[in-house]
């Protein structure tokens, strides 16, 4: 089972790299590029700006991701740590002697708690 999905893990990424190497052949024309405020303009291959700015948000993206992920941890971890309080409060308590049970009471139709009467 793992050496089927390492093959196809594999044929899946030698796609990848054989649809960027002729995306990257297919578009090997210089682009300008102005940075305005700069004194300079460079002219990097198209692929490469465009590949470039697929990677830029990749890792923008990865990086938010990342993030809300690790927020979500610290959450868990807060929780996870009142729960545990909570639990060992409940464990040091004394257990109740009796436990109060509804019962209808003498003077009309309300129900009250046997510690009322």
């Given at each position: 089972?793992?050496?089927?999905?390492?093959?196809?893990?594999?044929?899946?990424?030698?796609?990848?790299?054989?649809?960027?190497?002729?995306?990257?052949?297919?578009?090997?024309?210089?682009?300008?590029?102005?940075?305005?405020?700069?004194?300079?303009?460079?002219?990097?291959?198209?692929?490469?700006?465009?590949?470039?700015?697929?990677?830029?948000?990749?890792?923008?993206?990865?990086?938010?991701?990342?993030?809300?992920?690790?927020?979500?941890?610290?959450?868990?971890?807060?929780?996870?740590?009142?729960?545990?309080?909570?639990?060992?409060?409940?464990?040091?308590?004394?257990?109740?002697?009796?436990?109060?049970?509804?019962?209808?009471?003498?003077s009309g139709r309300r129900l009250v708690l046997?510690?009322?009467?």
């Open positions: 089972m793992r050496s089927a999905f390492r093959i196809i893990t594999r044929l899946f990424l030698a796609i990848v790299i054989g649809i960027v190497a002729v995306f990257a052949v297919a578009n090997r024309a210089p682009t300008k590029i102005d940075l305005s405020p700069l004194p300079f303009a460079p002219e990097p291959p198209l692929f490469v700006v465009i590949l470039g700015a697929m990677a830029l948000g990749l890792i923008i993206g990865a990086g938010l991701s990342s993030f809300a992920r690790q927020k979500l941890k610290w959450q868990a971890r807060t929780q996870r740590k009142r729960a545990d309080a909570l639990e060992k409060a409940a464990e040091d308590r004394p257990a109740p002697t009796q436990i109060p049970q509804a019962e209808t009471a003498n046997n510690e009322d009467l």
